[in-house]
């Protein structure tokens, strides 16, 4: 009597093995860019609700001579200053006002940092190879154009796709109910994000989802640049200056808080002007033919009206809210995104 086969376990080619792993590590790369960021936001969203306001106020009007508006021509503005700003929504408001926006928050970094971190490394990598292809000798001779094109790249994918939550987010941030409205206000917002999305899509289809995303994929794609570019850059400049101790060859705590620091800055000074457009073209009220908003077409064309209208600074609205929510929001997403690679690290590395 012969003896029972004993199942064997199906060989995988090493061609198929190499696919499954790939396709392991950008996925874990995109859940971990999205638990770092939505880590992040948690803390800046406050910063956020401020700098959209404040980017708000004045929306196209006139400018006018300082001391006007203390001999009573034109209105006060009913936001100051950033600080100014957080203690009146706080405390007209609430906490909820303070954390306007933190549902579609959530979900917006989930796609848009999920696939701007998730998808740089591969998309870099693609970058190199194409640079490497095009250069004489068969090596480009920096690696910063990859790292820039890769950001830029990623950047524009994440923001294409998560702008429908950007611009419910936008909406429920401007919305208050006191007497310090600025830009236009959408009351549907009260109703929740699922509900606010149905009824812009009853009314206004697929394009009123997407209006505002010209803008958007501008301000993201510098920004990702910036960012994505920069801290690389800042971490090797930091890491080989031998101020920082280098415990598993990726650095630790500190080298990740200095390097985050850095970039924050330059990130900022980048995308304020095109922040501005963005918070301006996704608040916008619809035009009466329901085919575009009612005061910018484009966000070449809002950024256009801003100047004209405002001035030039008028672009750097909000900076400073800009940097407190944008500064501590790079550091964040970077020091947990770290901290969640060592955590990849060390279980796909037990595998």
Not at 165 to 190: C, F, P
Not at 266 to 288: E, G, I, K
Request: glycine share 12%.
């Amino acid at each position: 009597m012969s003896a029972p086969s004993v199942p064997t376990k199906p060989v995988l080619s090493p061609a198929t093995t190499s696919v499954a792993s790939g396709l392991i590590h950008h996925a874990s790369q995109f859940t971990i860019g999205a638990l770092a960021a939505c880590g992040a936001v948690t803390f800046t969203n406050p910063w956020e609700v401020v700098k959209t306001r404040l980017q708000l106020q004045g929306e196209l009007e006139k400018r006018i001579a300082r001391g006007d508006v203390a001999a009573g021509v034109g209105k006060p503005k009913p936001y100051p200053n950033a600080i100014a700003a957080f203690g009146t929504i706080f405390r007209n408001e609430g906490v909820r006002g303070i954390q306007r926006g933190l549902a579609p928050a959530y979900v917006y970094q989930i796609l848009l940092n999920g696939c701007r971190l998730g998808l740089y490394e591969p998309i870099k990598a693609g970058y190199v190879t194409m640079f490497d292809a095009i250069s004489p000798g068969g090596k480009a001779k920096s690696p910063l154009p990859p790292m820039i094109f890769g950001g830029a790249t990623a950047g524009l994918l994440g923001a294409f796709i998560s702008s429908p939550l950007y611009l419910i987010k936008t909406r429920m941030q401007s919305y208050t109910t006191t007497n310090t409205v600025v830009g236009a206000q959408h009351s549907y917002v009260k109703e929740g994000t699922v509900k606010a999305l149905r009824l812009i899509y009853g009314k206004e289809g697929v394009r009123g989802l997407w209006r505002g995303c010209d803008a958007a994929m501008l301000r993201t794609g510098i920004g990702s640049a910036v960012q994505l570019s920069s801290y690389e850059s800042f971490k090797k400049i930091l890491a080989d200056s031998g101020w920082f101790k280098m415990h598993d060859g990726h650095g630790g705590l500190s080298l990740h808080l200095g390097a985050s620091l850095i970039t924050s800055l330059f990130v900022c000074l980048a995308m304020n002007p095109f922040d501005v457009a963005s918070t301006r073209m996704y608040n916008q009220n619809t035009a009466a033919d329901g085919k575009q908003g009612a005061l910018y077409k484009s966000g070449v064309d809002c950024l256009v009206k801003t100047v004209r209208a405002e001035g030039f600074t008028a672009l750097y609205k909000g900076l400073s809210a800009h940097y407190l929510r944008i500064g501590p929001h790079t550091v964040l997403t970077f020091v947990f995104l770290e901290q969640f690679r060592k955590v990849g690290r060390f279980i796909f590395d037990k595998e």
